[in-house]
């Protein structure tokens, strides 16, 4: 082998490991790219891991309200029923009253004077 193509192989064998240290490079830089966008989206996880949590307890509380509230609703509906019951009564005894005046002021009691 003379020096010429002595040289042209080294300059080959040079030109590839350069294009290998490149290439090397490049994959070096994209797999901390490639971290780094791991350790972002283990945190937006993260974060949504938390909202979720709370999202639950809140849903958990309002739940909780609902029932309350309705249970409240219903003891209302319930004093509502007995107060009219109880209005009804008194309009009666009212009426009753209303009654007995009325014909004792319009005729004694039913006799003729």
Do not use: C, H, P, W
Not at 70 to 86: F, M, N, W, Y
Request: zero cysteines; a negative charge; charged letters at 40%.
């Amino acid at each position: 082998m003379d020096q010429d193509k002595i040289d042209k192989a080294i300059e080959i064998i040079l030109q590839n490991q350069a294009q290998f240290y490149a290439d090397l490079q490049l994959a070096q830089e994209e797999q901390k790219e490639m971290r780094e966008a791991q350790k972002s989206s283990e945190k937006r996880i993260a974060n949504l891991e938390k909202v979720s949590v709370n999202l639950v307890e809140a849903v958990k509380q309002t739940n909780e309200t609902i029932k309350e509230v309705s249970k409240g609703i219903d003891e209302l509906r319930i004093a509502q029923k007995e107060t009219d019951e109880k209005l009804r009564e008194t309009d009666e005894r009212l009426n009753a009253v209303i009654y007995m005046a009325e014909r004792f002021f319009s005729g004694r009691n039913g006799k003729s004077e």
